[in-house]
């Protein structure tokens, strides 16, 4: 599959990984909104939002608790973040590719919409 963050999952293009499992991968933003600015992404290959069944909501679980370790290993937990999904066309999502922004380290803009 054409896949960007399936390939940075197995491997096949390179990216600052910050935390792994079985399940999920995190890392770097390559252009970074913030001064944290990390994504985090199932490894199964899920569209969007959108394409979440049931059998995957562990793993929607899982990346919220992810988030949490990855704001206390980037210094963000007690000055706060914002984690992000993006889903389709009006979100700009780019990347068809489940995953959360984890945004922190400055006082971030007002959200938008
Ligand atoms: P989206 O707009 O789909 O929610 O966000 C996609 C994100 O992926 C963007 O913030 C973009 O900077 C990031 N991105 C795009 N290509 C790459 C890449 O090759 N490597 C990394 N680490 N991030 C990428
Ligand atoms: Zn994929």
């Known amino acids: 599959m054409d896949c ?3 390939k940075i999952s197995e491997g096949s293009i390179p990216s600052q990984k910050v935390f792994e499992n079985e399940r999920l991968l995190a890392f770097k933003d390559i252009q970074p909104a ?11 290959h899920i569209a969007s939002m959108n394409d979440v069944q049931e059998e995957d909501l562990s793993l929607i679980a899982e990346m919220h608790r992810v988030a949490q370790d990855i704001a206390k290993d ?3 937990f007690e000055s706060g973040y914002r ?7 009006d979100s700009g999502q780019a990347v068809h590719h489940l995953h959360y922004h984890v945004l922190g380290g400055a006082k971030l803009g007002a959200l938008t919409g």
Not at 37 to 43: A, C, G, N, W
Not at 83 to 89: E, H, M, Q, S, V
Request: hydrophobic letters at 50%; proline letters at 12%; a positive charge.
């Open 4 to 6: 960007l963050f399936c």
């Open 34 to 44: 913030a001064p944290v600015h990390i994504l985090i992404i199932p490894k199964k």
């Open 74 to 76: 980037m210094g963000i």
């Open 83 to 89: 984690l992000i999904n993006n889903c389709g066309p």
